[in-house]
């Protein structure tokens, strides 16, 4: 499970690297307090105080100036409330301040995927498979190829297209991959079942249309149409932000992706070795930490889902560290660089070749896996000691 520039680890090793980040884990928890609820309090208001003078600009201003104004309020009003309140906040790092309203089962999101569906096909499905080909739909959302152990189809020609597409209309994206639709037209979903996803998604969809293209524009008047011009600028620019950002988080070229074998029978150590190896960081500073949603240390994320992200830059230092001294790849770099490597690897696997040698991330070395085929043995043993 390790990254090619990696160290292979012992049992030993691997069990020390587990236990170190469980520590770091820990020692985060306890200290969780006034400050965090502060923080997300905090970007709620900003939400809410950006949004509200948004959409007062752009019902009021008559010059473009106003309106730009009005549309980078509302811009920015939609990334906070995605980014940093909605996907953090319904992966249950506010649980523990027992507010309702940060309650991670019944928080409701600005953008067209219904809650519940993101919950279960990100909360579940891709924290729980990360980079799994065939398991982890969120790699490459089943529409776009990135390894050469993806079987290429002719489609896949224009994918280069097909992602700017994506990236403009990014949250119907969101919201479509929740319904899976490929198992509807391939005959593996059941017409109830098929039913029961669309009702959710209908019902969200129409509520947010409304809000975005009737309602306000209708309280504008004779300015309704500046108004909803206004309104599609601002889920444009936050759909490109967004593609933007989350396609570092796995896509970037020194990720890897695994087969289901060899995450068969997987210990804790072995989990957090696929995240790690699995996820990129980008680098920047505290503004742009804050509107990625401190998805630019997707690392951290992956390997703590339910820790207030806003922590992530405090510890990941300290991450890196563990990496550095168990010998374990950490992948970060500049934005540009890291968006720059997903660019080149969406068009290169456009194209119907497997390049063993570009592809070296994508498998271990026979000594490598000999060493974590042992581990796994050794990890399944002692739970069945432990249930003897």
Not at 189 to 202: A, D, T
Not at 265 to 283: D, K
Not at 304 to 309: E, Q, V
Not at 376 to 384: C, F, P, S, V
Request: charged letters at 25%; one cysteine or more.
């Amino acid at each position: 499970m390790r990254h090619p520039s990696s160290r292979a680890l012992t049992p030993e090793q691997l069990e020390s690297f587990q236990n170190e980040l469980d520590d770091l884990r820990q020692q985060v928890v306890d200290d969780l307090g006034q400050r965090d609820l502060e923080h997300i309090r905090g970007v709620i208001n900003a939400v809410r105080y950006s949004e509200l003078a948004g959409r007062v600009l752009l019902h009021v201003s008559f010059t473009p100036l106003g309106v730009v104004a009005g549309v980078a309020c509302l811009s920015l009003s939609k990334i906070l409330e995605n980014m940093e309140v909605g996907h953090n906040v319904m992966h249950g790092q506010y649980d523990w301040t027992q507010d309702p309203a940060l309650n991670s089962k019944r928080y409701e999101w600005d953008i067209v995927c219904a809650g519940d569906a993101w919950r279960h096909y990100h909360n579940y499905e891709h924290h729980t498979f990360t980079n799994i080909l065939g398991k982890d739909r969120d790699f490459g959302y089943t529409i776009t190829r990135l390894t050469a152990e993806q079987p290429w189809r002719p489609v896949y020609l224009l994918q280069p297209v097909y992602n700017v597409v994506q990236a403009l209309t990014f949250e119907w994206g969101v919201a479509l991959f929740g319904l899976e639709l490929e198992r509807a037209v391939s005959g593996k979903m059941s017409r109830q079942e098929l039913v029961g996803r669309l009702k959710p998604f209908l019902r969200k969809a129409g509520r947010q249309l409304g809000k975005d293209y009737v309602l306000f524009p209708a309280l504008a008047g004779v300015g309704a149409p500046k108004v909803l011009a206004g309104n599609l600028a601002a889920n444009v620019i936050r759909n490109v932000w967004a593609y933007a950002i989350i396609s570092c988080g796995h896509f970037t070229a020194d990720t890897r992706v695994y087969t289901e074998e060899e995450t068969r029978n997987e210990s804790r150590g072995q989990w957090y070795l696929r995240q790690l190896h699995g996820s990129g960081n980008i680098e920047g500073g505290r503004r742009f930490y804050l509107l990625s949603g401190h998805l630019s240390h997707q690392i951290e994320h992956h390997l703590f889902p339910d820790i207030p992200a806003h922590r992530y830059p405090e510890i990941a230092p300290k991450v890196r560290a563990i990496c550095d001294k168990y010998g374990q790849h950490y992948n970060t770099g500049p934005f540009l660089r890291q968006f720059g490597s997903v660019l080149k690897r969406i068009v290169k696997y456009a194209l119907p070749i497997k390049d063993a040698k570009a592809d070296a991330l994508q498998s271990a070395p026979p000594s490598v896996q000999k060493t974590e085929a042992m581990v796994a043995r050794r990890a399944q043993r002692d739970r069945k000691l432990a249930l003897a």
